[in-house]
DNA sequence: TTGACTTATTTTACATATAAAATTAATTTC
DNA sequence: GAAATTAATTTTATATGTAAAATAAGTCAA
């Protein structure tokens, strides 16, 4: 008694595999190149991303937000930062509760590189792609990832 | 000064990006709902759902190559699942460094529970796919996939 | 102004992941 | 068969993530 309806669940699941296997596969790479040649992970270059594109910083609940996890998560991994050079955090003269983090000019600096290599590494992963295949696979996901906001 | 090369490193960029949303996404949605519902976080489901696939039992070793962990992580998560009652350990009689782990009755019926949960929220997720977009998205992520297997 | 919220952040307890060292048992080599 | 190597697993130190409680500062209503 197998219908339409176990079909579509075979390709979903299907689906949600092969996802897991790209973004294990590729987070993995990218994660391994960066800290061997970088010495910066994948969660602290996201951090770094996000900082070098608002040159006057971000609060921490605005960062929490940008890279969507908990303002707890935030709180340690900007103090890692810091111990690392990378970034620093200013107490807001308005609003003594709000802490704004900013990169360092060693932060910008380490970040450029570790997107040169982030960007090298993620052009051969994705070369078995061919142009038409990216914007194939671009399209589906765009249209996935619109609905899922809508969807709630 | 802008090439082909740019625009498809920008593509390749934006790929990145939507696999990294829809990860999290659909990720965070299916732990948050299993969590609620079952009590059983995706990390567990996956190595439940690897013993459920070997009834006799996987050895350590065998279950971290499945879920593309290490070791080191598999003991800690295999002893919370015995902890829970999920799962147990058994030392192999032909070699004394090997362990099997295999599901417990409860294991298997805990899991079966998950399962749906699992396809129901995975359902939810994907509705905004049409049938074709799926098909698509399956077509890209697979050629991705065996490619990135190749490339090393 | 004081008492009740709300807001920004940190802290705590825990789950999940890695890499590298340690442990313990099996295998090979001489 | 003792010594060296290999193999299976665990332990340790650390990074990364969550949820929930704690802290501390701002706001607002009475």
């Known amino acids: 008694m197998?219908?339409?309806g176990d079909s579509r669940r075979q390709d979903e699941r299907r689906f949600w595999l092969y996802v897991l296997d790209v973004h294990a596969e590729i987070y993995g790479?990218?994660?391994?190149?960066?800290?061997?040649?970088?010495?910066?992970?994948?969660?602290?270059?996201?951090?770094?991303?996000?900082?070098?594109?608002?040159?006057?910083?971000?609060?921490?609940?605005?960062?929490s937000e940008a890279l969507r996890v908990t303002n707890g998560n935030?709180?340690?991994?900007?103090?890692?930062?810091?111990k690392d050079g990378l970034a620093e955090r200013t107490m807001s003269e308005q609003d003594r509760r709000s802490f704004t983090a900013r990169?360092?000019?060693?932060?910008?600096?380490?970040?450029?590189?570790?997107?040169?290599?982030?960007?090298?590494?993620?052009?051969?992963?994705?070369?078995p792609l061919t142009e038409p295949d990216l914007a194939e696979a671009l399209g589906s996901l765009r249209r996935l990832n619109a609905g899922l906001k809508i969807t709630g």
Chains 1, 2 share one sequence.
Request: net charge negative; hydrophobic share 40%; proline share 3%.
């Open 2 to 4: 197998s219908d339409a």
């Open 29 to 63: 790479r990218l994660n391994r190149a960066m800290k061997a040649e970088t010495d910066i992970s994948v969660t602290k270059f996201d951090a770094l991303a996000q900082l070098y594109r608002y040159p006057d910083g971000l609060t921490m609940s605005a960062l």
């Open 74 to 82: 935030v709180s340690g991994l900007v103090a890692r930062l810091e």
């Open 103 to 127: 990169l360092t000019p060693e932060g910008r600096e380490r970040f450029e590189r570790a997107l040169a290599v982030h960007d090298r590494v993620l052009s051969h992963c994705l070369d």
